[in-house]
């Protein structure tokens, strides 16, 4: 059962308070950004922010206080009813405070008068350091402040431990919560890809296609995409970050797509690639079903104790013998391995953590080895193959960009596919373009 969202965001806070002991954490959320004069960008909060508080407004800063007793206080806008006529619902601080229970609330302008009384006789303060100047100068004069009224008797934090060391385990493994969101965002957005496969046809624009994905992901509710949507027919798909999306679909491409959107907070993070005629030919099928075994051995690999690289190297093993088999490469396959010939081909990583950021928070490895998949775990398995064309490449691959992307939860026996719904068998996929 999903608990009420405030006692998650409260238990979140409470952790934190338990790890840092004698320390008080500073986490300020993002700022809006100006778009062009008087236009912003739409409003994304911080992620460290939102997972510790469950606010999405602007100019807003939690302060947890460690300890046995913790103590949670937000600053916030305060209440302004002009504003507000323009611009919408502000909670304000005595609003804030009982909504999302804090013990205490004040407006963001009480900042530099409650800061230091907060940081004084605190021997830790965590807080993200190099993240942001604005808040580094503004943390650093709170700091100051305290140091300079060492002759009254109170002492300044002597160390600052970066918060995200801390918030970057928790986020790392999923609680029921953000896995019921992350389930809603995946069925979302897995819907949106059938959308494109069924709507995608000869003569149509990239951007056609797209637009079919943002009125999937809007029309069930997701806020925004989770990242610039990629819709990259023909040679396109060979650009790895390609989104101009403004190219013709022409009937003997393939055409990838990796969208996924962002629901409360949350995103997901798909790629298919499939045939703008609605039939693979020999070529694409070859290279296609090659990516597809890669993609069902590295997913074989995610299960508990396993290492995050295991998913990857099964990829790369995979993906390298299929290039040898194709007249790709030459040589043995241990030699491409090692030499890290198919780079040439495919030159990124099978995955990532994800969660609230694409490229979720946590740590991949550390101290000569990497992390160990746990239960509660999200990340993406995304293995590909790039064929541009030159010296060696056999004319009929070349040209042809294909990714296969899933997001697959760790869970206590195995990996869990939660973006199974949007069809990659290449049945599947012509049974769906073909039948709507
Ligand atoms: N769409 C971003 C990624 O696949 O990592
Ligand atoms: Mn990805
Ligand atoms: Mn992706």
């Known amino acids: 059962m999903v608990q009420n969202p405030t006692a998650v965001f409260k238990a979140r806070r409470e952790r934190l308070a338990a790890a840092m002991r004698e320390g008080v954490a500073i986490v300020p959320t993002a700022p809006e950004r100006v778009r062009n004069r008087d236009s912003t960008f739409p409003y994304r909060f911080d992620s460290y922010f939102y997972y510790l508080t469950g606010f999405a407004e602007p100019d807003a800063v939690l302060v947890v206080i460690g300890g046995a007793v913790a103590r949670s206080i937000l600053f916030c806008r305060p209440k302004n009813e002009e504003r507000e006529i323009w611009d919408g619902l502000r909670y304000g601080p005595e609003g804030a405070r009982a909504a999302f229970d804090m013990d205490e609330a004040f407006a963001f302008e009480a900042l530099d008068e409650q800061l230091p009384a907060l940081l004084s006789d605190r021997e830790r303060l965590y807080f993200s350091l190099g993240a942001d100047s604005h808040w580094d100068r503004r943390v650093t004069g709170w700091l100051n402040n305290v140091r300079a009224r060492a002759r009254t008797g109170v002492r300044a934090p002597v160390e600052v431990v970066d918060v995200r060391s801390v918030l970057d385990e928790m986020r790392l493994v999923k609680d029921e919560h953000e896995l019921a969101t992350m389930r809603r965002a995946a069925a979302i957005s897995t819907s949106a890809h059938r959308r494109a496969m069924r709507f995608a046809r000869p003569g149509l624009r990239e951007y056609e296609v797209e637009a079919e994905l943002m009125h999937e992901f809007l029309r069930h509710g997701a806020q925004a995409p989770a990242y610039s949507s990629i819709v990259a027919t023909g040679a396109n798909a060979c650009v790895l970050h390609y989104v101009s999306n403004r190219a013709l679909l022409e009937p003997d491409d393939l055409v990838l797509i990796d969208a996924g959107c962002e629901l409360d907070g949350y995103a997901s993070d798909i790629t298919r690639t499939f045939p703008v005629s609605g039939r693979f030919r020999g070529a694409q099928k070859a290279l296609y079903e090659l990516v597809l075994a890669a993609q069902a051995h590295a997913i074989a690999a995610v299960a508990p104790g396993r290492d995050f690289n295991d ?90 960009g294909i990714r296969i992307e899933d997001d697959v939860l760790v869970t206590p026996d ?19 373009m073909r039948d709507g």
């Open 311 to 400: 998913p990857h190297a099964a990829a790369v093993r995979t993906l390298a013998q299929g290039m040898i088999d194709l007249g790709l490469l030459q040589g043995s396959l241990d030699a491409a391995i090692e030499s890290g010939a198919y780079r040439r081909f495919y030159m990124h990583r099978t995955g990532h953590w994800l969660g609230l950021d694409v490229h979720d928070a946590g740590e991949y490895g550390g101290e000569g080895r990497w992390k160990r998949l746990a239960s509660g775990m999200v990340l993406t398995v995304e293995p590909g193959i790039y064929v541009r064309p030159g010296e060696g490449v056999p004319q009929a691959l070349s040209n042809i």
């Open 414 to 432: 195995g990996g869990e596919v939660l973006t199974a719904a949007a069809p990659k068998a290449i049945v599947d996929i012509e049974a769906l």
